[in-house]
């Protein structure tokens, strides 16, 4: 059963231009939400999280949206530049009060961002 | 510290074999994570310690996994009588036990069972 869903599988976007990656949930006991991206051939890389107290967190290009009561959140990337183009993941974790255990990643969506 | 690593990157391995993979994660991080990524999902949590002990196991991981974390330092995760259906990456992360935080994530080992 997928708790974490990326219903867009690809995602193409013009270089300075934004790019909007959204990311549904099931699990209303979640509470801590990050994006990774991931380059082929490697690990995923950390980009940016949101706790379930907050509805927006920016980190220079990167900001993510979160609205608990849709149980949706999205990240926007502006402005999109041809080095953002991967896969992103959604993930989600927590119950509330408790330390980072396991992620529920969705599938993830492919940026490609075109000069 | 060079963050997570993971030995080997690539495996192949025939059908019926048993293959491990090695996982040394940060240095001060006491969480260490196994996760599976097949081709167009995301990754699948299979288990993750806390130290030397293994606080949650997926229903993912069959009776022919076995992963351990002797010293609470390095992991490792042994696949027996591989079959083809156990052909993924296999990720590796490790985190602080802190809350609101990140786990950093290996390279990878790329399975092949043929």
């Known amino acids: 059963d997928q708790q974490v869903k990326q219903n867009s599988p690809s995602l193409s976007v013009q270089e300075g231009r934004i790019s909007i990656l959204n990311c549904d949930y099931t699990?209303?006991?979640?509470?801590?939400f990050l994006w990774y991206k991931k380059y082929p051939a490697e690990g995923p890389t950390f980009l940016i999280s949101?706790?379930?107290?907050?509805d927006k967190n920016e980190d220079g290009r990167f900001t993510v949206f979160l609205n608990k009561s849709a149980k949706h959140l999205s990240l926007h990337i502006v402005p999109s530049q041809p080095g953002d183009s991967a896969v992103y993941f959604c993930?989600?974790?927590?119950?509330?009060?408790?330390?980072?255990?396991?992620?529920?990643f969705g599938r993830g969506t492919q940026l490609t961002v075109w000069p | 510290d060079t963050g997570v690593s993971q030995d080997p990157r690539h495996k192949i391995t025939k059908r019926g074999q048993n293959v491990t993979f090695r996982c040394d994660p940060i240095?001060?991080?006491?969480?260490l994570y196994w996760y599976r990524q097949t081709l167009g999902q995301g990754p699948e949590f299979l288990t993750y310690?806390?130290?030397?002990?293994?606080?949650?196991k997926s229903r993912l991981l069959s009776d022919r996994f076995s992963a351990e974390r002797p010293k609470g330092s390095f992991s490792t995760l042994e696949i027996q009588r591989t079959e083809q259906g156990d052909s993924a990456m296999y990720l590796c992360?490790?985190?602080?036990?802190?809350?609101?935080?990140?786990?950093?994530f290996g390279q990878g080992t790329r399975l092949t069972v043929v």
């Open positions: 240095s001060e991080h006491n969480r």
């Open positions: 949101i706790s379930s107290i907050k």
């Open positions: 993930a989600a974790s927590g119950y509330r009060g408790s330390t980072l255990g396991r992620l529920y």
């Open positions: 992360a490790s985190s602080l036990e802190l809350l609101n935080t990140e786990a950093f």
């Open positions: 310690f806390q130290n030397e002990a293994q606080l949650e």
């Open positions: 699990n209303s006991m979640f509470d801590y």
